[in-house]
């Protein structure tokens, strides 16, 4: 019986430790701030079993992915590339629309996001970009172009309806290119590059932006669908047609207007409002699993700002040891990748672990009031499908790769005992 368990969980330790708690503080947060999905599918246990099918789902292929060697995920690289670029594509022409952006693509009655498989796909190719390039002094000067080719199939397409998932994949591109020793002059190039563009994005985007003081009111909705039902939209205006939004979120983060208490409008900026709200209420020391009062009140509780339901509910200790087990998360791995032989599972397990932890420390600063609101979910923790499934299958390979990594040491004693070492 000990055998079959110890060859389910098979990996680091501590990590599957961490990964536990993950899912413990997933399934008793998902549950106790689904009450506006409960209210809507008139059935209390409705929101609770289909987050514990999906994880269900995820556990199992992380199961599958772990017992897959490190070399196949290699072989696997070009086929996710092709997929993950038509995918983003198609969701572009023939998406779900949520949220005014089109993210999701119907498959066999499930809601499937590409762009979460594009960002497992990038990682997968900038680090097997980078592990071939590698040299005793670094990567070779021509590194640089194969990764930034690579990822602009990825990149691109994600832009224009998911810009803060864009902007995510390509800071782990940097930082991963940083962790491959690319030379540092070309990366501040890249920086300066970058930071051009990103300038030039946002004065246009506050150019053609619309400035509506109530994004939710119910005419204005009105008269701009009707307006698109009458004149077909140019593919300038398809491109930007989220500028309002954009425009909207990153004139809210930098105002520096004190509003009154009762001055404050809920109705037009509800996320920041109630999530204010619940981590004030929290008094330090939450007012238990369940108690949320906030969760009725604040959009996508259970999504983009379960992270002010935890403090709400957990106090600022719960949220302290959210972002503890992240942490964890990351030095482990990078414990994990220090002892691989070869560079690209090293790459690797740090690309995953990185684009995870950076995600969630996004999701955590919006929640709190110190970054613009970017709809990113919480790794691991938040409700959602796709998201929920490819951070399992993003821990299963980390789990894989520890497998095969040896400790310091390792090498040298069996090839004394004239054992023969895989490479």
């Known amino acids: 019986m000990e055998n079959k368990i110890s060859g389910i969980f098979k990996g680091d330790k501590v990590i599957w430790m961490v990964f536990f708690f993950f899912l413990i503080i997933s399934v008793v947060e998902v549950f106790s701030s689904?009450?506006?999905?409960?209210?809507?599918?008139?059935?209390?246990?409705?929101?609770?079993?289909?987050?514990?099918s999906t994880w269900a789902l995820g556990i199992f292929l992380m199961i599958g992915v772990l017992n897959i060697d490190c070399k196949y995920f290699r072989i696997a690289t070009p086929f996710l590339l092709l997929v993950s670029f038509v995918t983003l594509c198609y969701v572009l022409v023939a998406?779900?629309?949520e949220n005014g952006a089109s993210r999701w693509i119907n498959v066999f009655g499930f809601q499937f996001q590409p762009s979460e498989l594009a960002k497992t796909t990038l990682v997968l190719a900038?680090?097997?970009?980078?592990?071939?390039?590698?040299?005793?002094?670094?990567?070779?000067k021509s590194t640089m172009k194969y990764v930034m080719v690579t990822c602009a199939f990825l990149i691109g397409p994600v832009a224009f309806e998911n810009l803060s998932t864009a902007m995510l994949m390509g800071l782990i591109m940097v930082l991963m290119m940083f962790i491959g020793k690319v030379p540092y002059r070309q990366l501040g190039r890249l920086l300066g590059v970058v930071f051009l563009i990103a300038a030039f994005f946002v004065g246009l985007v506050m150019l053609i932006g619309s400035s509506e003081e109530k994004t939710n009111d119910k005419q204005n909705l009105s008269e701009q669908f009707e307006s698109k039902e009458k004149d077909d939209p140019s593919v300038f205006e398809k491109i930007f047609h989220r500028a309002s939004t954009w425009?909207?979120?990153?004139?809210?983060?930098?105002?520096?207007?004190e509003v009154k208490p009762e001055d404050y409008d809920l109705d037009t900026y509800s996320q920041v409002g109630h999530a204010n709200i619940?981590?004030?209420?929290?008094?330090?020391?939450?007012?238990?699993?369940?108690?949320?009062?906030?969760?009725?009140?604040?959009?996508?509780?259970?999504?983009d700002f379960i992270y002010a339901i935890i403090i709400e509910e957990m106090g600022i200790w719960?949220?302290?040891?959210?972002?503890?087990?992240?942490?964890?998360?990351?030095?482990?791995?990078?414990?994990?990748?220090?002892?691989?032989?070869?560079?690209?599972?090293?790459?690797?397990?740090?690309?995953?672990?990185l684009m995870m932890v950076t995600q969630a420390l996004f999701n955590m600063l919006v929640a709190v009031g110190l970054a613009p609101v970017t709809g990113q979910p919480l790794p691991?923790?938040?409700?959602?499908?796709s998201s929920i499934v490819f951070s399992c299958i993003n821990i299963g390979v980390i789990l894989s790769v520890s497998r095969s990594a040896r400790r310091k040491g390792d090498t040298t004693k069996e090839r004394k005992r004239g054992s023969v070492v895989p490479a």
């Open 126 to 140: 900038t680090a097997q970009v980078l592990s071939a390039m590698q040299t005793e002094n670094g990567t070779e």
């Open 380 to 385: 691991l923790i938040s409700k959602g499908g």
């Open 247 to 257: 425009k909207g979120r990153i004139q809210k983060f930098l105002s520096n207007e």
């Open 34 to 52: 689904s009450s506006t999905l409960s209210y809507k599918s008139e059935n209390y246990w409705a929101p609770a079993i289909k987050h514990l």
């Open 278 to 303: 619940a981590i004030a209420s929290s008094n330090v020391v939450g007012k238990g699993p369940g108690n949320s009062v906030e969760r009725d009140f604040l959009p996508q509780a259970f999504s």
């Open 318 to 353: 719960g949220g302290a040891v959210v972002a503890l087990l992240y942490i964890i998360l990351l030095f482990r791995t990078g414990r994990i990748a220090a002892r691989c032989e070869n560079n690209f599972p090293a790459f690797l397990v740090m690309g995953l672990a």
């Open 95 to 97: 998406g779900v629309s």
